[in-house]
């Protein structure tokens, strides 16, 4: 089984996100904001995405992240910091 896989290095990208903080729930609650077909319901403690693989949540201090493509997801801190770093 080693023996199938191969290294690979994750292309160096730049992507546009925001950390999702409780100020910016409280500025936000109820509201949409639409992004290129793409919603984000901002709730009290949560926002939900709506993604190229279906409905995702958004937890306080979680990123969200635009993709290449436009497309609009969430990320755990830990993993946004483990993986990208600010220019």
């Given amino acids: 089984m080693e023996?199938?896989?191969k290294k690979f290095r994750k292309k160096p990208i730049v992507i546009e996100a925001?950390?999702?903080t409780q100020e910016i729930a409280d500025l936000f609650a109820g509201k949409n904001h639409?992004?290129?077909e793409r919603v984000i319901?901002?709730?009290n403690d949560c926002a939900k995405i709506l993604t190229l693989e279906g409905e995702m949540k958004a937890d306080i201090n979680d990123?969200?992240?635009?993709g290449v493509q436009g497309e609009l997801y969430p990320c755990k801190p830990e993993i946004f910091e483990q993986t990208y770093e600010e220019e």
């Fill in 18 to 20: 925001f950390q999702y």
């Fill in 3 to 5: 023996n199938l896989f």
């Fill in 63 to 66: 990123w969200i992240i635009k």
């Fill in 34 to 36: 639409e992004q290129e």
């Fill in 41 to 43: 319901t901002f709730l």
